[in-house]
């Protein structure tokens, strides 16, 4: 009697020698090629096919746009540029504006803007989150949305997005002036 293991390795051996079969059968080494390459990217597309793409996996949202086509209520002041890339992290700038009706404030360690990334339901959703606003938050919000593309929330303390603007938040932000 045979354990289960070696019922399966028997199994997958039959089936390999079938198609090895069905290989030589198709005749000369050029179209044995073909075949066998037409039948892995089958198996690769259905493989493919099966996985879940988590927000992790997913690009971030594309960072530099052209602000003045959006219509923003309130355009941009300064020109913003990252010194930092990967952090998208720019130099708090000498003043803060005081036309705007609503403020965002730097962090105290590291003077950087307080835009977040999470990743929510295992890691199939990714949230961007904007801390440490005051002010007049609609209006914030209004803006925010026009830059997004995307409905904003307001949430206590902070404002949340769907998608990965991480970098766009904070291009916009630092060209404000924040």
């Known amino acids: 009697m045979f354990r289960s293991g070696a019922r399966k390795a ?5 089936r ?13 080494l050029g179209r044995i090629e073909t075949v066998a390459v037409r039948w892995l990217s089958i198996a690769r597309a259905r493989a493919k096919s099966r ?11 594309e960072s530099e746009i052209d602000f003045g086509a ?12 990252y010194l930092i890339k990967r952090t998208a992290w720019t130099p708090p700038p000498p003043s803060q504006p005081t036309t705007l009706p609503f403020a965002v404030d730097r962090t105290t360690v590291g003077s950087s ?12 959703k990714v949230v961007t989150i904007l801390r440490r606003c005051r002010g007049d938050i609609d209006e914030l ?27 766009r938040l904070k291009l916009w932000l630092s060209g404000l002036g924040f």
């Open 141 to 167: 919000k209004g803006d925010m949305e026009k830059v997004v593309g995307k409905p904003v929330t307001i949430r206590p303390g902070k404002l949340v997005v769907d998608g990965n603007f991480h970098g």
């Open 16 to 28: 390999l020698s079938a198609v090895g079969a069905r290989l030589e059968a198709v005749g000369a």
């Open 113 to 124: 803007l307080p835009v977040y990334t999470d990743y929510k339901a295992g890691g199939t």
């Open 10 to 14: 028997g199994a997958t051996t039959a």
């Open 70 to 81: 959006l219509g923003l209520k309130y355009p941009l002041t300064h020109k913003p540029e």
């Open 51 to 61: 996985y879940v793409v988590h927000g992790a996996q997913k690009p971030p949202e």
